[in-house]
């Protein structure tokens, strides 16, 4: 059973381009996040995705954008990328409907951004 | 969402029992705990969850006061593979399933 995996590993853009960064959720599983980890913090929620819409989303510009497909892989879109774009981009998926028991969220190894 | 707070860094020997506490004075009645560990250039990874009194799995026990403002992650015999970021998260009640990280705690373990 293959757990969250994104792709590409590594990305470098230059200022003002557009990069997608994808993302297949665990088998099973129907939520799928995404965050932002620069340099030395801790994950920031950029929003989250159930049954193809947008449900949550943090407080992230317009530049960044998401879909997510019928078969719950998502991806991640951003627009005249910045130099302070350049992170770690995390995805993590979880069972929506089991919630309410708890919160177990499985993340992927991540896509590196540089923009130069 | 409550925000927690842990210590920057803790420092500690292989063998020993580690530590580490999160304060999380505004918990919700449906405020699940969580923590993760994560390594360099890593995504995080799930180590514990509870709601409340002592949850234990193969590799951490978490132990949670009755009043939940708190908890304690608790690492038994660390080993220098254990030397990670560790982060306490309170939330997850229902069906948001929205993670707030802070900065997390650096465990750097000494042989």
């Known amino acids: 059973d293959a757990g969250v995996t994104q792709s590409p590993t590594h990305l470098i853009k230059t200022r003002g381009q557009q990069v997608t960064l994808r993302c297949s959720p665990k088998s099973g599983h129907d939520t799928v996040s995404w965050y932002q980890q620069a340099l030395g913090q801790g994950p920031q929620f950029i929003f989250q995705y159930y049954e193809e819409e947008e449900r949550q989303r943090g407080n992230f510009p317009d530049r960044f954008s998401g879909h997510q497909f019928p078969n719950y892989s998502s991806e991640l879109n951003v627009n005249a990328l910045l130099l302070g774009d350049s992170a770690l981009y995390l995805c993590?998926?979880?069972?929506?409907?089991?919630?309410?028991?708890?919160?177990?969220?499985?993340f992927g190894q991540g896509t590196r951004l540089t923009v130069v | 969402l409550a925000k927690t707070t842990q210590p920057i860094s803790m420092d500690s020997y292989e063998g020993q029992e580690v530590n580490i506490t999160c304060s999380h004075n505004n918990i919700a009645t449906n405020d699940y705990i969580t923590w993760y560990q994560q390594f360099p250039s890593q995504g995080p990874r799930f180590i514990i969850q509870g709601y409340k009194t002592k949850v234990t799995n193969e590799v951490a026990s978490l132990f949670i006061p009755a009043d939940r403002k708190s908890s304690t992650l608790s690492l038994p015999r660390v080993s220098l593979s254990d030397t990670a970021v560790y982060y306490c998260?309170?939330?997850?009640?229902?069906?948001?399933?929205?993670?707030?990280f802070g900065t997390g705690t650096l465990l750097a373990v000494q042989p």
């Open positions: 998260l309170v939330g997850g009640g229902g069906a948001t399933n929205k993670l707030i």
């Open positions: 993590a998926s979880s069972w929506r409907k089991g919630a309410p028991e708890g919160t177990e969220a499985f």
